[in-house]
C-alpha cells in the first residue's frame, strides 16, 4: 500500500475514534511522516517504507468503545491471540481489516525496553502523538534499527528543539524522565550517539543536513549530561550495566 495512502487511513481512524469517544494517536513511522513536511524527500532517498501497520496509542479506560468502532462499526477482526493476553495485563488491542492494513492500539503505556506513560499526553497533539513522545518512543528502544535511526534523523532534520510549540521537540519533558531513571538515561543516551554516528553514513543526506541534525544531537547530549540527577539515579548508577537496566521485549510482550 502507498505510504500516503496508508498515513490517510491512520489520519480517518483518529477522526473516527473521536466521533465514537476513543482517543487514538499515531505513532511510529506514519508518526514521523505526518509531521515532516521540508524534509519529506529525506523519507524516500533513505528508503524507508512502513508496512500495513498502523501503531496508535489510546487509554485503556475506553477498551469498550474501541471494540466497538473497530469490530462493529468499522469492520476490523479482533486478534484472537491479543484478546486472550488482556487477561495477562497487556494492554494492546490489534484488529485486522480485509484489506490487508492491521491497526495496534497501545493502552496507556508503552512497554517495549522502558516504559512511557501517555496517560494524559494523549491530548498534547492531534493526530499523532507528540514529537517528543515520538522521539522517545525511539530513543527507548534497546535493539536500535536502521529503520529507527532513519525516523530520528529526519525528525530532527525537520524539528528543532524547545518547549512551548506543537512543531518542536520539548526537550524538557525528555529531561524530566531521565532525571529519574538511569537505565532509560543510559539506554537514550547510547542511542543518540548511534544516531550521531550513523548520520554520516548516508551520502544522501547533504552536508547542510548533517551539521543541523549532528547539532542537535549534540544539544541533547549536552543537556542530559548538565541535567541535575535525582539520588535514586546516582544510586542506581554505581551499579551501572551489570544488573540489567531494560526489559525483554518479548517478555513484555507475553506479560
Known amino acids: 500500500m502507498n505510504p500516503e495512502e496508508l498515513l490517510a487511513i491512520a489520519r480517518g481512524?483518529?477522526?473516527?475514534?473521536?466521533?465514537?469517544?476513543?482517543?487514538?494517536?499515531?505513532?511510529?513511522?506514519?508518526?514521523?511522516?505526518?509531521?515532516?513536511?521540508?524534509?519529506r524527500d529525506l523519507i524516500e532517498l533513505m528508503q524507508r517504507i512502513p508496512t500495513h501497520d498502523i501503531d496508535f496509542m489510546g487509554y485503556?479506560?475506553?477498551?469498550?468503545?474501541?471494540?466497538?468502532?473497530?469490530?462493529?462499526?468499522?469492520?476490523?477482526?479482533p486478534d484472537p491471540a491479543v484478546a486472550f493476553s488482556q487477561e495477562y495485563g497487556i494492554k494492546r488491542l490489534i484488529y485486522h481489516h480485509e484489506n490487508g492494513v492491521m491497526a495496534e492500539i497501545f493502552m496507556d503505556e508503552l512497554r517495549m525496553?522502558?516504559?512511557?506513560?501517555?496517560?494524559?499526553?494523549?491530548?498534547l497533539d492531534s493526530p499523532t502523538i507528540s514529537l517528543v513522545d515520538l522521539l522517545l518512543s525511539k530513543l527507548q528502544i534497546q535493539q536500535l534499527t536502521e529503520k529507527d535511526i532513519k525516523?530520528?534523523?529526519?525528525?530532527?532534520?525537520?524539528?528543532?528543539?524547545?518547549?512551548?510549540?506543537?512543531?518542536?521537540?520539548?526537550?524538557?519533558?525528555?529531561?524530566?524522565?531521565?532525571?529519574?531513571?538511569?537505565g532509560l538515561y543510559y539506554t537514550v543516551h547510547t542511542n543518540l550517539g548511534k544516531v550521531r554516528q550513523f548520520l554520516v553514513s548516508y551520502a544522501v543526506l547533504g552536508e547542510e543536513v548533517v551539521v543541523r541534525v549532528g547539532a542537535r544531537l549534540d544539544e541533547l547530549l549536552r543537556r542530559m549530561e548538565d541535567e541535575p540527577k535525582s539520588l535514586r539515579w546516582k544510586a542506581r548508577a554505581r551499579i551501572g550495566t551489570r544488573l540489567k537496566w531494560y526489559e525483554e521485549v518479548e517478555n513484555v510482550h507475553r506479560g
Open 113 to 123: 525496553a522502558h516504559t512511557l506513560d501517555f496517560r494524559g499526553r494523549l491530548e
Open 60 to 77: 485503556s479506560s475506553q477498551h469498550k468503545q474501541a471494540d466497538q468502532l473497530f469490530i462493529k462499526t468499522l469492520g476490523y477482526k
Open 13 to 39: 481512524l483518529v477522526e473516527q475514534g473521536a466521533r465514537h469517544g476513543v482517543t487514538l494517536r499515531i505513532l511510529g513511522h506514519l508518526a514521523v511522516r505526518e509531521h515532516v513536511h521540508t524534509h
Open 151 to 182: 525516523d530520528m534523523i529526519v525528525l530532527l532534520a525537520e524539528h528543532d528543539l524547545g518547549p512551548g510549540d506543537r512543531e518542536k521537540i520539548d526537550f524538557g519533558y525528555l529531561l524530566k524522565l531521565i532525571r529519574e531513571d538511569w
